[in-house]
Nanobody, 114 residues
Framework: QVQLVESGGGLVQPGGSLRLSCAVS????????MHWVRQAPGEGLEWVST???????AYSASVKGRFTASRDNAKSTLYLQMSNLKSEDTAVYYC????????RGQGTEVTVSS
């Protein structure tokens, strides 16, 4: 059974940084692309990033240049380093086995506020 467990969320001031982690089990992590999606309050799921098997990543326009996604295939763990956070980054962040978030974890909440 697939398990995705996100951690690392919290309250941060605008301009601050956070690092999210996602531990994955029951899934062929090293041979599959992995994804980060998020859901802002009252909104639908939004794709944030895709990390390819070799470690390179693609980003949505809204986070490109501020977020860095990475993976450790030996640990089956996905990461999202978020910098220069803005209030509009406030959301629940999920790691997912697909870019639409159909199979995702329970999420970790990120609140950007002063």
């Amino acid at each position: 059974q697939v398990q995705l467990v996100e951690s690392g969320g919290g309250l941060v001031q605008p301009g601050g940084s956070l690092r999210l982690s996602c531990a994955v089990s029951g899934w062929p992590f090293s041979t599959n692309w992995m994804h980060w999606v998020r859901q802002a309050p009252g909104e639908g799921l939004e794709w944030v990033s895709t990390v390819y098997t070799g470690g390179t990543a693609a980003y949505s326009a809204s986070v490109k240049g501020r977020f860095t996604a990475s993976r450790d295939n030996a640990k089956s763990t996905l990461y999202l380093q978020m910098s220069n956070l803005k209030s509009e980054d406030t959301a629940v962040y999920y790691c997912s086995t697909d870019p639409k978030g159909m199979q995702r974890g329970q999420g970790t909440e990120v609140t950007v506020s002063s």
